[in-house]
C-alpha cells in the first residue's frame, strides 16, 4: 500500500524565518508528487514535481524532489503570517488517478 | 468563479438519516474525484470518474456509500443510514486526464456532521 510521511506534524515560527517542510513516499511505480496549501478550506495547488533535481519555484516557496531517496521538501523563505496553513504532500502512482496524502504539516508563523 | 463547487458547505444530520452532496467540476475537466478529511488527516480517495464512468472505488467505500455522475458533468455523492463515523469534511476535485502532468483541483468541500 502506498505511504507518504510529512514532518514535522506541527512549526510554529516567526515572520521572516524560513522553514523547510518534509515528505517521504513509498510507492510502487511513482508518477509524480504534488504539494498542497489547505487554510481551513479546499487544497491549492502549489507545486507538481515529476523529475529528480529540478526545483520548482513561485514566489518565495520552492520544492524539489529526489527519486532516489524517495523524498521531497517544501521551501518557503522570509515566512509571512499568510503561509500559515497545513501543507499536504501527495503522490501519484502506479495506472490509479488517485492521490494519496500525507497527514500534513500544520506551519503557524507568529508576527 | 470557474473552480470546482461544492453544495451544501455545511450539513447537520441525525444518525441514520441519509444525505446527498453535490460537486460541479471545472467545466473542460473529465475526472471528477471524492475525498474524504477527518481531523488531523490528509485527504483518503473515495472514488473517481472519467466522463460518467466510475472507474475506482477505495474499500473506504461501503456499501452506504453510492457516487453517480450521471452526464459526465456534475456528481453526486449519497450516503445512506448515516452513523457518527461519516463526520469529516467530504473534498470534491477535477483534473484533465492528461497522464503525468495531470492536476487535481479541489472544491471547498461539504463538512459533515453525524449527530
Known amino acids: 500500500e502506498d505511504k507518504v510521511v510529512q514532518s514535522p506534524l506541527s512549526l510554529v515560527v516567526h515572520e521572516g524565518d524560513t522553514v523547510t517542510l518534509n515528505c517521504s513516499y513509498e510507492?510502487?511505480?511513482?508518477?509524480?508528487l504534488l504539494w498542497y496549501k489547505q487554510e481551513k478550506k479546499a487544497p491549492t495547488f502549489l507545486f507538481m514535481l515529476t523529475s529528480s533535481g529540478i526545483e520548482k519555484k513561485s514566489g518565495r516557496l520552492s520544492s524539489i524532489l529526489d527519486k532516489k531517496e524517495l523524498f521531497s521538501i517544501l521551501n518557503i523563505t522570509a515566512t509571512q503570517t499568510g503561509d500559515s496553513a497545513v501543507y499536504l504532500c501527495a503522490v501519484k502512482s502506479g495506472a490509479n488517478s488517485k492521490l494519496t496524502f500525507g497527514k500534513g504539516i500544520t506551519l503557524s508563523v507568529r508576527p | 468563479d470557474t473552480g470546482v463547487s461544492q453544495n451544501p458547505r455545511h450539513k447537520i444530520t441525525k444518525r441514520g438519516q441519509n444525505v446527498t452532496f453535490r460537486c460541479d467540476p471545472i467545466?473542460?475537466?473529465?475526472?471528477l474525484y471524492w475525498y474524504r478529511q477527518t481531523l488531523g488527516q490528509g485527504p483518503e480517495f473515495l472514488t473517481y470518474f472519467q466522463n460518467e464512468a466510475q472507474l475506482e472505488k477505495s474499500r473506504l467505500l461501503s456499501d452506504r456509500f453510492s457516487a453517480e455522475r450521471p452526464k459526465g458533468s456534475f456528481s453526486t455523492l449519497e450516503i445512506q443510514r448515516t452513523e457518527q463515523g461519516d463526520s469529516a469534511m467530504y473534498l470534491c476535485?477535477?483534473?484533465?486526464?492528461?497522464?503525468?502532468?495531470?492536476?487535481?483541483?479541489f472544491g471547498p468541500g461539504t463538512r459533515l456532521l453525524v449527530l
Open positions: 476535485a477535477s483534473s484533465l486526464a492528461g497522464g503525468f502532468q495531470e492536476t487535481q483541483y
Open positions: 467545466s473542460e475537466h473529465n475526472r
Open positions: 510507492v510502487t511505480n511513482f508518477r509524480s
